[in-house]
Each structure stands twice: as structure tokens, then as C-alpha cells.
């Protein structure tokens, strides 16, 4: 029955109708994936979930606060002093600034301005340093729900006016965040998907040797690349998922990898039929039939880890999994469809030099892997806890994982003109206006939470108290910490301390930094809740395609293993290498999610083969099969994910790079060691037992010892893969 599907989807005249039904969806939805910039959401505000303290003041602001203001300054420094000249230039700059579109109405502050104010007793901030080196003017953006896409524009324009002879200039403020953000992501989509499918043309060419055959899965991944972004578009403009340009960077990448992945899989199964079958429509009717069940259960592993991602409290990691999760669903259907089609309208020609003709010889059954397989053999228990206690201990190597958090600077891999001007700011103990602690409380206690916040050290002059209406009042206050640092998150904890302890005031502590606290306090929880949750959800779906418990259980403690040496050893590598500060909170629960999914595909790839091949030949030799059938074509895959994976390191953030990084050293981890050493010795030690409590191997009993099942593999003559 699986065997006339497959074939029916790849026939003489179906093959056709795929193509063309494939490339029609194509087309349609590559349009709509060109508008995925108009659904983005940057805005951190919009990424915490409506529980968080943070996010409930924002709601009773929303009346006095418009939450799409973005505060931004133009920092100005003097290492021998601001002079008149520069004063006043500052001030012609201010009225050009307040003529921009997209400045509120509230006008621009200046450091004369706000001179004057407080000569007329009026509530301002202090623009001005104490030594007179550094001043600043305050405004504020608004652009409306799409502000942080939008303001790349304005602030160029506002850098190419705001020069003074002897002065430094720097945009700050949320506002230069947002642009140094958004710039640093201009442009760069483009490069890196390019990057990307760079590297894959590469390892293809050097897979395949051949001048042709690359471009098949290249073309495969690029149409599924084209119709995820599509089917992303529909669901973030009528399903309400949030997407940012981190999720729409992994998903190129996720794509392009995982899709690449598939294809060398499938190629594979399609060459070894093409030598036992004369008809190719025949022989792509056998591989679909035998590979596509372990490319349907190693896509819909990731597809359901990723899903486990909606339970996060965090907007943006819960948007994130099914952006990835849409992104690998198309991918599949993509590379079960339209390349099989090609494959087969191409012919057995595609593959030249190295046609595989019908009768002839499979190269890997006495390749590498085949010889690898025959060593392990030998002593397979020795080498499985060699292989354990190795990558055991490169699990020590976490000590050195930081992932409290990063500054604004340490977030970055280069130095951007907003991390200048709060440098700048700082040194001359300057408030950035622009961080402030935002607190409500009941009228009658307002006085009280007032005089408690400003008490705790490093919180500047309270604005003048506002009423909200209905019993609630509130103030602002600056703070003279980076908004993401520790430093800051102990001030808002102490802040939101005094202000609860105001018995009847019913005080809440919101603003910059105590959003990017409860950021952190809501990736804590998720790590709690959403590592347990994907293990969980990976084990059963093992159960299920192994149809055993015993092997699900080894495969699971494996990959945690990989997971745990391939963290400690990036974790290294982060603080050694190159010299990061930290980690972002995210980080290890994104880690884990990407290399427990990718790395169990791994295992099912070749699982699915072993436990193909135990029904004819017993555990111990079929494990030998699968490892020279699969090894090569996996190995493949690993380097073509852990390539794509290390394209992420070309863009300026250390997240990016740090992730980039762990998910390439976990599959590569998985491909050449977890799955080709550690997992083949210990099928090869424990035999049938991997199936308890199946029956399989076991009734009636097919067990060899490991030096018969290696007798029984052909000598290696060559080390081709």
C-alpha cells in the first residue's frame, strides 16, 4: 500500500503534475513571504506575557504612555568641555529634529532648554554633565505599531545633521538601540540566506562529485525556503504570531538545513535502488516507500520539540516554534513531493560521473563507515565507555556557562554608536533619561512608594506624580544603570521590594529594565517547564517509530549526553575563544531544543535502518548494515547542518553567534561520534535487548555474536563513502 503511494507520487505522468502543483503553491506564496517585514515585531515590550509586572504597568499607562514611543537622545561630548557655540548648536539641531516626521509633539529637549526650565522651578532632567564635557538632547519617535522597523531612516538623517567641529555625536537612547538593531539586520537577510546556500553548494559538490546533482536539493530547499516565509506571513497577519528577525534569520537557516538534510537522505536510498531496480520510476517508488517513514518521523520530532515551544511564557519564544516548526512541515512535504519529481524527470544522468547503474556494486558496503563498524565491533563495550566517559567529561566545561544575562554592549559583537553614548553618559554620571523605573500605586499611598523608590541608590529625581483616574497615580524615575545589566535588575527588584512593602498601595515597578527582568524571570521558568516537556514529547514519539522502550530510553541519555559535552565545550569556547561576557537567559533552552530535535534525527535515520535490517539479520549485523548504508549520507547532513548553523556567527550578536556555535558543535557531535561510535557500540554490546520489550531479534532469536556479524560484512577494499 505505502509502496503504490510512493510510486503513484513519482510516476511517468504524476511526476509532472507534482512539479507543477508544487511550483504554483510556489509562486503564490513567495509573494507573501516578500511582506514578512510589514508583520515583524521587534518591540520587547510585546515579547512578555501579560502576567509580568512589566507588561501590567505598560497596560495602565497606555493612556498617558503611548506604548510605541521609543525616547531616543543625541549624546554630545567634549574631552576639554562644551563650549557656548556648541550649546547653541545643539539647539539649531533640536529644531531640525522636531521638524523629522515621526518626533512627537512634545518637541525636543535641549540642554538649554532644560537650563531654562529649572531656572522657572519646572521638573526636568539634568542634560548636562557636571564637568560640562557631555550634554544631550531628548525626544521621542513614534512611528506607530511598526516603530522599530521604521526608524533606521530618521536616525540616519538625524546623523548626518547632528555634527559639531571637535564634538562626538551619538544616537542613544532607545531610540539608537532600535536603529543600531535594525540596521545591523538591513541587508544582512539577503547575505546570510546567500552565505548559506553557499556553504550547502560546497559540502554538495564535495558529496555528490558531481556538477549537477547539487542542484536538485538546492532547488528543493529554496522552494521550501520561499513557501515557508509565505505560510509564516498568513499565520503572524491573521493568527497573531509574533515574528521577529531572529526567528525569520533561524528559519532560513532551519530550512536550508534541515531540507538539505532530507534530500541527502532520500538521494541516498534513491542511488542504492537505482542498482536493484531497472525502471527509475520503480526504484524512486522503493526509496520513497523505505526512506520517507524516517524522514516523516525525524521532520515530525522537530516539528513537535519545536511546537513545544508555544508553552513558553515568553511571546517570542512561543512565536518562535511554530515559525520553525511551519518552516520544517513545508520543508518536508517539499522534499517528499517536488524533488523526488525531479529526480526522476532527470533521470539516472543526474548523477554523472558516478551514474549508479542497474546490477552494479554499492560502494558502502566496505566503506569507511563499514570499516568503522567492523573496529567497533572488536571490543564494542570498551568503546561505548570510552566514548561516554569522554563526552562526559567535556559536560564539565558548563561551570562556565554564564547565562544571567548580557548588557546592552555585551550583547553585541561590535561596538555600536547607541552603547557609545551610554558609555558616554555614565562615565560623566549622567542619567539615561531614556531607562527609568515607571511605578504605579494607589492615590493615597503614591507619596509613600514615591519616597521609598527614590531612596534605593541609583534612582534619580521622581517626575512630578500623575493621576491615572480611578484611584491610581503614577511617577517616573531615572536609573544610572545599563537597562539590561545585573546592576539594573537589582535595583527594579529592590525598587518593586519597598514599593510592595507600602501596605494598601497596591504599587507596581515597571519600565526598560525591570521589562528585561521579567524577560529573564519568564526564560527561567520556560527552561523549568520546556526542557522536561520536549524530552518528554521526544521519548514518546521514539516509543512509538522503535516500537520498544528499551532503545528510546539509550537514544534519549545519548543525545542528553551530546547536549550536555557540546554545551560545556561552546561554553569553552564563549569564554576562551571569544571572550564573551555571558549568555543570554534564552540561550540554553533554544540549545536544547535544536540539538535534542536535530540531534535525534540523527538517531532515527539510522535506528530506522537497524531496526529495517535486524528483521533479516539480527541486532548486532544489522547495526553493521546500517552504519555502512547510513554513515556516509549522515555524515553528509551533519556537516551541512553545522555549516548552515555557523552562518548565524556572521551577524553582530553574540546570542546568534553563541547559538550558531553550540547547535554546530552538537551535530557534529551526533554525527561523528554519538550516532556513528557510542550508539552502534552499544547496539553492537547489547544486542536484541534494545528492543525490549519487542520481541524483535528475540522470536524467534536472531543474535550473532559481533564477531560473526562482522564476519559476515564484506572486507573493506576501499575508503570511498
Request: glycine share 8%; proline share 4%.
Amino acid at each position: 500500500m505505502h509502496r503504490q503511494i510512493a510510486g503513484r507520487l513519482t510516476g511517468p505522468v504524476t511526476k509532472w503534475l507534482v512539479l507543477v502543483g508544487v511550483l504554483v503553491a510556489t509562486v503564490g506564496l513567495s509573494s507573501l513571504g516578500a511582506k514578512l517585514n510589514d508583520v515583524k515585531n521587534n518591540e520587547a515590550s510585546s515579547w512578555l506575557p501579560g502576567s509580568a509586572e512589566a507588561t501590567k504597568v505598560t497596560n495602565e499607562l497606555s493612556k498617558d504612555v503611548n506604548p510605541n514611543d521609543i525616547p531616543t537622545l543625541v549624546v554630545y561630548q567634549r574631552k576639554d568641555g562644551l563650549r557656548p557655540s556648541d550649546f547653541a548648536a545643539m539647539d539649531a539641531q533640536g529644531e531640525k529634529i522636531a521638524a523629522i516626521k515621526g518626533v512627537t509633539k512634545q518637541g525636543v529637549l535641549t540642554p538649554n532648554k532644560a537650563k531654562a526650565l529649572a531656572a522657572q522651578g519646572v521638573n526636568v532632567p539634568k542634560l548636562t554633565s557636571a564637568d560640562g564635557q557631555v550634554a544631550y538632547t531628548y525626544f521621542v519617535f513614534n512611528f506607530g505599531k511598526d516603530g522599530w522597523n521604521k526608524i533606521p531612516k530618521p536616525a540616519d538623517k538625524i546623523r548626518d545633521f547632528t555634527k559639531i567641529d571637535g564634538v562626538k555625536v551619538y544616537l542613544g537612547g532607545y531610540g539608537g538601540q532600535a536603529s543600531d538593531f535594525a540596521s545591523s539586520f538591513d541587508g544582512s537577510h539577503t547575505q546570510l540566506i546567500l552565505i548559506t546556500f553557499g556553504v550547502v553548494i560546497l559540502i554538495l559538490l564535495l558529496t555528490y562529485r558531481s556538477p549537477i546533482l547539487w542542484l536538485l536539493p538546492i532547488i528543493g530547499a529554496a522552494v521550501s525556503y520561499q513557501m515557508a516565509g509565505g505560510v509564516v506571513y498568513l499565520l503572524a497577519k491573521y493568527a497573531n504570531l509574533t515574528v521577529n528577525d531572529q526567528s525569520q534569520y533561524i528559519l532560513g537557516i532551519l530550512v536550508i538545513g534541515a531540507g538539505t538534510d532530507y534530500a541527502l537522505l532520500l538521494v541516498a536510498r534513491y542511488r542504492e535502488e537505482l542498482r536493484t531496480h531497472e525502471n527509475r520510476h520503480e526504484a524512486m517508488g522503493y526509496a520513497l516507500h523505505r526512506a520517507a517513514p524516517a524522514v516523516i518521523a525525524s521532520a515530525a520530532t522537530v516539528v513537535i520539540g519545536l511546537m513545544c515551544l508555544s508553552f513558553a511564557d515568553l511571546n517570542s519564544t512561543a512565536g518562535l516554534g511554530p515559525v520553525l516548526a511551519v518552516g520544517v512541515a513545508v520543508t518536508l512535504l517539499v522534499m517528499i513531493t517536488l524533488l523526488p519529481a525531479l529526480l526522476v524527470i532527470f533521470g539516472r544522468w543526474v548523477f554523472w560521473p558516478k551514474r549508479p547503474s542497474f546490477g552494479s556494486d554499492e560502494p558502502t558496503s566496505h566503506g569507511l563507515w563499514a570499516r568503522t563498524g567492523q573496529r567497533i565491533s572488536k571490543a564494542p563495550r570498551r568503546v561505548w565507555v570510552i566514548t561516554a566517559t569522554l563526552l562526559a567529561i567535556s559536560c564539565l566545561g558548563l561551570f562556565k556557562l554564564d547565562a544571567t544575562g548580557l548588557t546592552t554592549e555585551q550583547s553585541f559583537t561590535q561596538t555600536f554608536d547607541s552603547v557609545l553614548a551610554q558609555k558616554a553618559l555614565f562615565a560623566h554620571d549622567l542619567a539615561d533619561n531614556s531607562n527609568t523605573l515607571q511605578v504605579v500605586a494607589n492615590d493615597d499611598k503614591i507619596k509613600d512608594v514615591e519616597s521609598a523608590v527614590v531612596a534605593v541608590k541609583g534612582v534619580g529625581k521622581p517626575t512630578d506624580i500623575k493621576s491615572l483616574g480611578g484611584g491610581r497615580s503614577w511617577f517616573e524615575a531615572s536609573i544610572n544603570q545599563d537597562v539590561s545589566s545585573p546592576a539594573a535588575f537589582d535595583m527594579v527588584k529592590k525598587a518593586r521590594s519597598v514599593a510592595h512593602g507600602i501596605d494598601g498601595s497596591n504599587a507596581l515597578v515597571g519600565g526598560g529594565a525591570a521589562l528585561y527582568l521579567d524577560t529573564k524571570i519568564a526564560s527561567d521558568r520556560d527552561n523549568k517547564v520546556i526542557i522536561p516537556l520536549v524530552l518528554l514529547v521526544v521519548f514518546l514519539i521514539l516509543m512509538l517509530l522503535l516500537r520498544a522502550v528499551a532503545i528510546p530510553l539509550i537514544l534519549m541519555a545519548t543525545v542528553i549526553l551530546s547536549f550536555g559535552a557540546a554545551l560545556g565545550i561552546s561554553s569553552l569556547i564563549f569564554h576562551y575563544v571569544y571572550d564573551f561576557a555571558g549568555a543570554d537567559p534564552t540561550f540554553p533552552l533554544f540549545a536544547f531544543v535544536f540539538l535534542v530535535a536535530l540531534g535525534i534525527d540523527y538517531n532515527i535515520f539510522l535506528m530506522t535502518r537497524v531496526r529495517e535490517e535486524t528483521a533479516d539479520h539480527g541486532t548486532r549485523k544489522g547495526s553493521l548494515i546500517a552504519l555502512s548504508s547510513t554513515g556516509g549520507v549522515i555524515t553528509s547532513a551533519g556537516l551541512v547542518l553545522a555549516a548552515t548553523f555557523m552562518v548565524l556567527g556572521t551577524l553582530p550578536f553574540v546570542f546568534l553567534a553563541e547559538l550558531g556555535t553550540a547547535v554546530a558543535l552538537g551535530v557534529l557531535l551526533d554525527t561523528l561520534i554519538v550516532r556513528s561510535v557510542l550508539v552502534t557500540a552499544l547496539n553492537l554490546d547489547l544486542g536484541g535487548g534494545i528492543w525490549w520489550p519487542s520481541k524483535l531479534d528475540r522470536d524467534p532469536p536472531i543474535n550473532p555474536t559481533p564477531a560473526a556479524a562482522a564476519a559476515e560484512v564484506p572486507e573493506p577494499e576501499t575508503a570511498g563513502v
